[in-house]
């Protein structure tokens, strides 16, 4: 453990007093806004009696809260046990994984229902919140614990809070663009989450590319438990992926329909993951790394189409090709994205959420402009698509082009805020850990002692790993 | 490592083409027949507008989404999570245990919705699907994971897919005769389910008899921590069981009332299985084994019976007994089935699915048989047992007849099934492993590399197993 | 493990005959209890169809059930997955902690069904129970959970069965008191759960204090693994809170508040413990400990004042300020109420529980006060603090003071009734183990052998913990 302190200090990781002022200060800002900008909204306010008399609601069931909560639940524990879990396979990163992740999502909610609210929430000066907003706030997290993917293992947890910061930030302008400017539907977020967030993930850990990376490989890798582990992760995010996809959806029929469409998209990613992971080595033996992210990709992969008529068929077909696809990526692209590219993207989100997010927001925008009032109804056409209002004469085509142009805007965005972000966290005050201490726990967090000797033969050549 | 993999080349385990195949194959034939037969039902297609008008509701909420989508995705995490997790306590065969139950439950759930489809939900020609469907596909699915847990690590998961072909064909049918047929209620399913699918795999596990299976017994147990995996399976199971006996009773005090009494079953289930757990070793010392398993047994007993009037004190005495007799199969039952009846039960379903299931189809029998106007109501009589239409004239004891009838076609079904499919898994075609590569993972799956030689030194009688 | 046992010898802990006696008989108590008492609710019974057209109900959706039955599982979770694994963070107590947890929670809330019946839902004769009770009966057992924290490790599973059997008992009576008498509102049980389960276990802790506790020190710590098991354990406490502190609320806008200023107090907690764990540590290294605790106590302090007009941003401040000071206590109070006060906290439930579940009441006094009608709207005042009948005239400045009145209640029950039950459990009959076998599972759980091995080598002083 001396050694590793050594290369601690030669690079300053000591977090004693610029994590807790980060943390501190930021809070502090949190509460500030909040009180002057954030109320409860009708539904959650004690004048609901009133409301409720005032919209002529004869029961209390009518109250949103009834209509999300359960989806929310389950979309917070994909937010933290989901992501969290999902990434503790590395053998000596699972204080990092969740702790971390537990962290910026924490943070990141905060800041994303006053980001969302000044958009989407804002009445009279007050943001007007209620179980949507938090479910939005949720969503938004989400693409930062995509992002937090790439990078996981080799940033402090100030660069995290960092980028978490900007990225909400640029989620919410991104997300307004495509909902109101483009008026995109994007229910679970296949462009505004996971190509978004993907994207923007793989450009910073581009800007802060590390050559040395190989001198802490033996740990880029996992050990039986800690595989385990990521299965908690992978099966909550994919059991929950119909609630996260049919969470924000019109009432009904809407709701319905996206954990159906989720719910088949996913079944059919398993088998060609499993078929895809035992064709592609050389003994047929299934690598847990397929299973444990390309099992996932059909949850991204309809997360725009989920709540469109896309039928459980259709599903079926956008599940089995995301599947087959993020299981090639992992096994070819994630190499050449390392070696040619400078990409290090430790978790593949690549494969598990930018590939599958294009593939999701190219499958909406052909959904959505094959819409027929014959196929949704007269009254259900315009009520999926809202056109309404300004909207009324959008024909499917041309929803299908802004769907499209919806994929271009949050690829843009992506580039260039995780290009800017990315050249902030490079700035060398932020106390990341040196290439040889990557993927280390030891670095940041108190690590239980007869643990830490392992680590250390690990270190040590002269004797074997496992004795 | 190498003997391993010279043992393996002798039975050929290489899924490299036949996993694969099988797995693409089938899901393509699921894409085809999906595009020809799935549709959405009425409440999750955008049509739904049009038939709230049509049916006068006033409210989305009348969607069945919101009266059973919160127990379907508690459901959903018991199949999953439940018994994935439940199976990982074998030392070496985590990987298997919750990925081979993901493979298999994700292609089940697609060919549940087909074959009970057909069955329940089809019109003009089209299945018509919503979330009651998700959810029976997930409980057809649960009698496969079920007579996983008897062969779990010894079958190859080639011989799994084919497993869950036929066995979600067969409990389709049985479910078809008891339910439509036989006009039988069984809502948590204790005879479609549990009877069936724990008889159906105990057939099989007798037809693939192992006489050398101790070869692997060094492997068949458990160590500390995958004992504490497995109580995640346990302890969702335990937590989610009220939903799973509730989630497709009739809305109202029916789902309530079945929720209740599965809850103080359970209860009660608990500090039974304690005391004999304890009472049963010499040293009082309680048995990890009968806890992870035997405490579910309530939940199984009560199956039949919960919708019903079966009273909190009811749901006490069957969770009693039911813990009881579980454990005291596990002490007594399995060895016998083993050395007697060459029953190989990994798992031990026999104590806490084929048993209690058994309880549960004869407590539900008498419950049916006992009810009276008087206790139910004259119109939550008709309603509890649906004495409508051609059923108007039966009397509760003939119920109760054709309850026990089910009992006994659902064990018929699954001894005569069970011995069909054993038979085609014995063909030597299915790359199952040799008897001393039984339960362990490094046979399908690629296992990280300081654990192999862990298992290396197992092997290695000139090594303590634990340095 | 021969050395263990001799120990085990001189302290008799042998449960063969007096664990199963206990468990047996009181399981037949609740049978004959339930039987003579227990009855199914108007909104669980069959005759809920007669029920619904006397009460002018005109949708099934009505049924209680719907209200409460999701948040009811998520506070199930969090009394089984969430209690238990938390305290899964000891290297070689894993197995008592979820298991014993298991034990006395399914025997709690049969017990809790019964006494909190008697209060609360006792009509002509009988207890007649319903979702609501389910939930309370949890509640009731969440202040069990919480008092085993200070004690675990070191106690047998009967006397864990006898403090749950007397807990249970002066809860009850302290929340009628609280309720009923003092007519408090205290739905999420900052005062009633974690402020009475908290000093409740203070107290027998320091009655059972063990002088010589410093020989299992050892076994105080954690392993690598145990710590990830914990943060289960952790995440699902965060994450399900607001479903704590809303699922006995008011239907409407009071579930939908609590849930997000839980959301909200829980979220800023999380960012003040880690600001507080990194700058109390001499390297500014987080501590496991902090962060699977010290982020749930934004969850206790908004206990009571969470269904209230506490707002958003008042939930931030809160929240942060618990997250502060839990992590102080964790630091400097611990340590001293150990050597000073004699009070072996196992887990810090005086930092988790009892300081935040005081700042929890005093919160809930102080917003209490501070209602005013143009807050909550003429009706929604009336509501949220149930300003009628008897208590018509009540005005929100007494009724803060009812609300610290009930502080006081819970703590003088805590303290009277900690002595009380401590000093029963001190008698020399339920088999609690010696001091240097604290901690350790193998003194009342079978353990995998190769696992006993390893203990045994931490034993032996000539060999090296971790080889």
Redesign the interface.
Known sequence: AQGQERQGMAKNT????????V??L??LA??VL??VF???GA????????E?RDMNLT?????????R???F??V??MI??GF??LM?FL??Y??GA??FN??LA??G??WA?LMQGWFHSFKDGKIL???EN?INADFCVGSVCIAFGAILGKTS?IQLLVMTLFQVTLFSVNEYILLNLLHVKDAGGSMTIHTFGAYFGLTVTRILYRPNLEQSKDKQ?????S???A??GT??L???W??FNSAISD???????S??NT??S???????T???S??L????????VH?QNA?LAGGVAVGTSAEM?L???GS??VG?ISGIVSTLGYVYFTPFLESRLHIQDTCGIHNLHAMPGLIGGIVGAITAAAATED???K???I??FDFTGVYQTRTPSIQGGFQAAGIVVSLLMAFAGGAIVGGILKLPIWGDAAAENCFEDG?????????E??VYHMHNPDK????
């Open positions: 000591n977090m004693r007093w610029r994590l807790p002022l943390c501190l930021w809070e949190m509460i909040f009180g954030v109320r409860f539904e959650a306010d004690a004048h609901w009696e009133e409720k029961s209390d069931m009518e109250n949103d809260f009834y209509f909560y359960p989806s639940q389950d917070h524990v933290f046990v969290g879990f503790t053998k000596r699972g204080f969740v702790g537990f962290l924490a943070f909610i905060q229902l919140i209620g179980v938090l947890p890798g996992s050990v039986y438990h595989d385990l582990f299965m908690i099966l909550y994919w059991m929950y119909p609630s009432h009904g029929d809407a709701q319905h329909r954990a159906i719910y088949c996913l079944a059919a990613c398993v088998l060609t499993m078929a895809f035992s064709m080595q050389k003994k047929g033996k299934l690598d847990m299973i099992t008529m039928t459980p068929y079926l077909i089995s196929v949704y109804g009254e259900g056409f009520k999926a670095i940041y967090w108190e690590v239980p002692e007869d643990e000797s392992d074997p790993a496992s004795p």
